[in-house]
Every structure is written in C-alpha cells, then in structure tokens.
C-alpha cells in the first residue's frame, strides 16, 4: 500500500472513528477543546506510524488505546500538578496506575459516549450557527476548512464559531453527562434541529453554484441514524430519519446532466433510490407506532412518503398531503408551512384554490425576503395562464434567490412566461 493510499484510508477511518474517539474521551477529560485536542494528536500519531507499520486489523480500537492512554497521562499529570499546588492530598499509588475514579471512568460502559457528545454539542446554549459547526467538526469528522466550504463562509469565521462554541460549554458548566427523562426530552430537539438544518443545506442549497451538496446530506442522515439508535423510543428521531431518508432517495432525479435542477413533478421516478424509499417507510413506520398525537418531524416524513409512494406525479394523493400539512400548520405555526399547504392545495383542488391562500401570505413578515414566496405565486399564475403576472413573479424570484442554480432554473420559466405571454 503506497503512502497515499495510506493516507486516504487513515482519513477514512478518521472519518468513521472520529465521534465515537472523542466521545470517549469526553467522558474521561470532561472537556469538549481537551477532548478534541487530545483525538487530534492520536491520528498525528496514526499518520506518522501506520505507513511504516501498516493499519491495524482493528483501527477503531487502536485508535481508542492510544487517546485513552494519552487521556490518562494529561489526568496523571494535571493531578500531580494539582498536589504540588497543594490542592489535592498526597496519593502514591497515582505514580504506578490510574486513580480508582480513573479506572471506573475507563471501564464504564461507553454506550452513552455518542449521546453524550451530540447533546453537548447541539447545546440550546449555543446559537445555531456554533452547534451546526461544532456538530460537523466532532461528530461529522469535516475539517474547518469543509466545513467552510460546505456553508461558502470563510474559514476564518467557522474556526471562530469552533473555538467560542467550546469556550461557551466551558463558561457555561455544561455538565457531561446524559440527561434523562424530561431533561433529555428538552435538550433532543435542539439536537434533530441541528441534524435537520445540515440535511437542509445539502438537500437544497441556499447559496452558490450546486443546486444540492451530497456529502452535507449523508453527515446529515449518518448522524440521524447514530441517534435512532442511542435513543430508539423516541419518534420524533425516527421521524426525522425517515424524512431525510425518503427525501435523500430523490437525490439522483433532482439535477440533470449539467447540473441544473430537476423539480419534483419532472423527475424520473424509476431514478429514485427504492432502497432509501424501503428505508424511510420502515423508519416512518416505527415513529408512527410511537407518536401519539403526530410531531413535526414525523408529519413531514409522511407527507414525503406520500411522494415516495406515487410511482407517477398524477397518482400522488394531493387530497392527503393537505390534511398533512393542516396537521402541521396547527403543530408550528409557521408561514413556510403555510406557503408549502398552499402548494399542495393548489395540485389537490386547482390554481385558483392555492393562489388565495398565497395572497393571504404576502404581508406575512416573515416571508417577504423568501424567494419561495414570489416562486411560488409566479408557478400558480402561469397555470391559471395569466402569465404577464407570473413573469413579474418569477423574476423577482430570481433576483432574490442566492443560490445560481435556482436562479437559472427561475429566470428560465419567467422566459417562457414571456414567450407565453406574447403568444
């Protein structure tokens, strides 16, 4: 195996490794920055041995013996730092082994580590911004330099965020252990937030020239897939998995051959992913048997199943989707839902049914800087063929979308709406 391909495949375990390394460590140093410090200097030490001696059969455990030993020696050392100090009684057997609190932290069963780092992490305490970046950085394995990219902010401004997000925890006293119970039940949703926004990003680019970021996507789903299994009985995460699931399972239909998007009603069906599809009903189906009454998340699963499970756009129950997104409009509140009810009541009952209840959102403040708004007016007008109006709609569209994708693909409908128009 050459150096190079060495190489790839230690970034490859770091990759996969990563979150459950510092996880660990976590529990051991109570310290996020510590931690993460500490996962760093063992894959240094990776790279500069494993050419030579090559990968160990088993990689993860390799690399959790040499964090956890480096964990032990910084506590050995910190500790004796501590008695010279004279805050700590003098303990000779420190010299020879770990403390007996040492031990008993290195054996504790680690089935919590992943838990405890995403909860840490995605900490309401945080704005959204930090825990999306801190997220990425711990459990999705991205440097700050993907990160950045990911998101078009300049590294710079993702290593700030980093480094005041764990300063925050630090200043904060953000204890390191599992919440249960009610606690838990608090701290999960600022997790699936978290989740949600990172699949969001890559599913449907806000800025720049990709219409979507696949690799954002799959951080998105793996980390969803970690917390159904750390917390299986609660709906809402499985929910959220099964709508990223079936969401994902459109990726190959979404963007042509030059990269220009593909809108749901257009798409080849027989290109979506059935084995993603299987997935997200079988997810779905679990959130259903645990939810009563129907959260967010799973609302929204299954108003994607109801896509999935159409093999043509004439066959989706329209009908459906509506009574879906009553239920969710009640639950958030929120105008983008009500602007997505609109769509789906204008494909159930006809133009002139969505076009009212779009109108109603015009004021809305919320919206007036959503492209989607003035996008989604202009579609309506032009199927009731009052296309002079729908060109102005879409054109403003345009001029407010930032992602350049979405830009062309609005500009070109706003075209044919002058084509259509001059007719």
């Known amino acids: 195996m050459t150096e190079a391909t060495t190489r790839e495949a230690i970034e490859a375990v770091w990759r996969i490794e990563s979150a459950r390394l510092i996880g660990g460590l976590v529990r051991l140093v109570r310290d996020v920055g510590l931690a993460e410090d500490l996962a760093q ?30 964990a032990i020696d910084h506590l050995r050392r910190h500790r004796m730092l501590e008695r010279k100090q004279g805050a700590l009684e003098a303990d000779a057997s420190v010299g020879a082994s770990p403390a007996p609190e040492m031990e008993t932290l ?12 995403v909860l840490v992490a995605c900490h309401p305490v945080l704005s959204t911004e930090a825990r999306v970046a801190l997220t990425l950085r711990l459990l999705g394995g991205l440097t700050t330099e993907e990160i950045a990219r990911a998101f078009l902010v300049a590294e710079p401004t993702i290593a700030q965020r980093i480094v005041r997000a764990k300063r925050t925890l630090a200043e904060a006293h953000v204890p390191f252990e599992v919440p249960r119970g009610e606690e838990l039940a608090v701290r999960l ?17 806000t800025r720049g020239d990709d219409w979507m970021r696949t690799e954002l996507c799959d951080d998105a789903l793996r980390l969803g897939r970690i917390l ?20 994902a399972s459109r990726a190959r ?3 042509g051959p030059s990269g220009e998007p593909i809108l749901l009603l257009d798409q080849d069906r027989s290109r979506w992913d059935r084995l993603l599809i299987h ?11 645990l939810a009563r009454p129907l959260g967010p998340y799973v609302l929204q699963a299954a ?27 009640e639950l958030t509140r ?25 109108d109603a959102l015009v004021e809305e403040p919320a919206l007036r800087a959503y492209h989607l708004l003035p996008s989604v007016r202009g579609d309506l007008l032009m199927k009731l063929g009052r296309f002079d109006e729908a060109r102005v709609e879409l054109e403003r569209a345009a001029s407010m979308a930032q992602n350049a994708r979405e830009r062309e693909l609005l500009q070109a409908r706003a075209r044919l709406c002058r084509r259509q128009g001059m007719a």
Request: net charge negative; charged share 20%; with cysteine.
């Open 253 to 255: 239909a979404r963007v």
């Open 303 to 329: 108003i994607a199943a109801c896509h999935a499970r159409a093999r043509t756009g004439e066959a989706t129950d329209w009908p459906r989707i509506v009574a879906l997104y009553d239920a969710l409009v």
């Open 334 to 358: 929120s105008p983008v839902v009500e602007l997505n009810r609109a769509v789906a009541v204008g494909m159930a009952y006809g133009p002139s049914e969505g076009l009212e209840l779009v």
């Open 279 to 289: 997935r997200g009903l079988a997810a779905l189906a679990r959130a259903e048997a």
């Open 228 to 247: 159904a299994e750390l917390v299986p009985g609660e709906a809402e995460v499985h929910g959220l998995v099964a709508l990223m699931e079936l969401q």
């Open 41 to 70: 200097e063992t894959l240094v030490t990776a790279l500069e041995r494993w050419p030579e001696t090559g990968i160990p059969d088993n990689p993860g455990a390799w690399l959790m013996a040499t964090a956890r030993n480096r």
């Open 106 to 117: 290195i054996e504790e069963n680690v089935g919590d580590d992943l838990l405890r780092l």
């Open 189 to 205: 949703p600022s997790a699936l937030e978290v989740v949600y926004l990172v699949f969001n990003e890559g599913y449907s680019a």
